[in-house]
């Protein structure tokens, strides 16, 4: 009599296919990975970028408020029109202190911005402490008047652009302001 066999088992094939998933899955894991330690690595820039788009921004609604600066004044020099006569620098200026005026990007301007950040021991105040020259940023304040307002509704639009590594990041707030304070 013969003997019937009834092995199970996985085929080379079935091997090489399930080795071959397997690898995809690592590799697709290792790329989220990378992506996330970049990612991880522009928190300290991405949080300076807010923080000088907003301080922008409140700056203009200041200065109109305080009636630092008349509405005419709140626009870019060239601008939209090519002599629009604002204050504001057009394209993109390097993240400068303020002037006298106490507004950013303008021409009187001062020296570019620093900032200080904690150290190895990760506290602010420390002996470790380095202050990062924020050159490697640009900053551009676009005002536009918005279409149908008369002139009384302008778009405020500040776009900050830096380098992490070898990806451009840039960062963009728009609000609006009225001719009201």
């Known amino acids: 009599m013969q003997k019937m066999s009834n092995q199970s088992g996985f085929s080379v094939v079935e091997t090489i296919v399930s080795i071959g998933v397997l690898t995809t899955g690592i590799l697709g894991a290792a790329a989220v ?108 304040i676009k005002i536009q008047d918005v279409t149908g307002e008369n002139g009384q509704l302008r778009s405020i639009t500040v776009t900050i652009t830096y380098q992490n590594g070898p990806t451009k990041r840039t960062y963009v707030l728009t609000t609006f302001i009225s001719s009201y304070a």
């Open 33 to 140: 990975l990378v992506a996330g330690m970049t990612n991880l690595n522009s928190s300290p820039a991405d949080v300076v970028v807010t923080q000088k788009a907003s301080q922008a921004v409140e700056a203009v609604f200041a200065a109109r408020d305080s009636h630092k600066l008349t509405w005419a004044q709140i626009r870019n020099v060239r601008g939209t029109s090519g002599n629009d006569g604002g204050i504001f620098l057009d394209g993109p200026q390097p993240l400068k202190l303020p002037g006298p005026d106490g507004l950013v990007n303008t021409a009187d301007d001062t020296a570019v911005e620093t900032i200080v950040m904690p150290g190895k021991d990760q506290t602010l105040g420390t002996g470790d402490d380095q202050t990062l020259t924020l050159s490697q940023f640009t900053r551009e």
